[in-house]
């Protein structure tokens, strides 16, 4: 049944392979979406300001005052 080999058979060695390939990238790529998620909610100081720009909060002159500030 397996070639005369006592655990897998020649090919079961490249599906072992296989599978712990995936696995690998499965977690780079979750930590890699998780740190993107983090660094990118939407909480940054400039998407506050332009948040607080269209709700009317403040006016186009001190957006762009606080975005020079920002941006320094």
């Known amino acids: 049944m397996y070639w005369g080999h006592p655990f897998f058979p020649p090919i079961g060695f490249f599906f072992i392979i296989l599978f712990?390939?995936?696995?690998i990238s499965n977690i780079m790529l979750w930590r890699r979406r998780g740190?993107?998620?983090r660094r990118y909610?939407?909480?940054?100081?400039?998407?506050?300001?332009k948040k607080r720009l269209?709700?009317?909060?403040?006016?186009?002159?001190?957006?762009?005052?606080?975005?020079?500030?920002?941006e320094q």
């Open 20 to 23: 712990i390939g995936l696995v």
């Open 35 to 37: 740190r993107a998620c």
């Open 41 to 49: 909610n939407g909480n940054t100081a400039e998407f506050m300001l």
């Open 54 to 70: 269209v709700n009317g909060e403040i006016d186009e002159e001190e957006y762009l005052r606080l975005k020079n500030v920002l």
